[in-house]
């Protein structure tokens, strides 16, 4: 920071030159980002603009960047005693609001396998006092237990997954535990309500095949908010798998779709 020069000041300033920048400004400007606090409709949430596209926005725009999809499932989970399971939490912007909006007795369980990510995540449950509301999964998950190399991409820890990353933007990787959905599952029926939000990088038929090959007759949540910008990456049509579970879709918004299971009270 400029001596003399009052720090929220500067905030703005470096905030405004980076709206304004093109992309090659943009990228040169992204290691000097400062890490900060942003508050948005009373949530708190700590930044850092420099290793995530998620904190990047939010530090740039004051909220996280796919608010349609996130407003769609706090209207579902408001006041109501719900089951989250967020499943590819990040940096809580998805869990941390959705926690403060349910209703008594709700719990959500974020599921993050970035050991990077998993202490943001923490902070920004700790900022927002839901330490008994939310609960850390420090795992990725699959089609069975076991472990599996997450890629991590350049200044973009939000874009780390279990798939392949080029090796042009690859920055490293870690060794994390996979686990199936349906191990985490077992208190949903305390819950008159249960969300499900997945954001894996392209992964998502991993993490979501046992449960969609339950069919009917196996266990479903009322809600499925799944990113569905990466369904050419897939290798069945995952989203037709969800609507012969009974789901529809209700709302295809940032890249993501909302499925609600019929007969779901809305």
């Known amino acids: 920071m400029i001596e003399g020069i009052d720090a929220a000041a500067q905030v703005a300033t470096l905030r405004a030159v980076f709206k304004n920048a093109d992309k090659p400004m943009r990228q040169k400007l992204v290691p000097i980002l400062p890490p900060t606090e942003v508050e948005f409709a009373g949530i708190r949430m700590y930044v850092d603009p420099r290793d995530n596209y998620t904190d990047r926005r939010m530090w740039l725009d004051g ?3 796919e608010m349609k999809s996130l407003m769609a499932l706090m209207e579902l989970v408001e006041g109501r005693n719900a089951l989250i399971l967020d499943i590819g939490a990040n940096c809580g912007a998805f869990a941390v609001p959705l ?3 349910a209703g008594k007795g709700s719990r959500v369980i974020a599921f993050e396998p970035n050991p990077v990510m998993i202490g943001r995540l923490g902070h920004n449950i700790r900022l927002n006092d839901l330490g ?7 795992c990725a998950l699959g089609a069975a237990t076991g472990e599996g190399t997450l890629n991590f991409r350049r200044d973009n820890f939000g874009q780390a997954s279990l798939k392949a990353i080029k090796t042009q933007v690859r920055d490293g990787g870690t060794l994390v535990p996979i686990r199936p959905l349906l ?3 077992d208190g949903a029926g305390d819950h008159d309500l249960t969300i499900l939000k997945i954001d894996v990088e392209g992964a998502e038929e991993a993490a979501l095949g046992p449960m969609v090959d339950g069919g009917t007759d196996g266990w479903q ?3 499925i908010l799944i990113e569905t910008a990466h369904a050419e990456t897939w290798e069945t049509d995952l989203v037709a798998r969800i609507i012969d579970c ?3 879709s209700v709302l295809e918004v940032e890249g993501n779709t909302l499925f609600v299971r019929e007969g779901t009270t809305t």
């Open 63 to 65: 909220q996280p960047p």
């Open 99 to 101: 926690g403060l909006a």
């Open 132 to 138: 008994d509301v939310i609960r850390i999964e420090g």
């Open 183 to 185: 191990d985490f599952i």
């Open 221 to 223: 949540p009322d809600a």
């Open 246 to 248: 009974g789901f529809k």
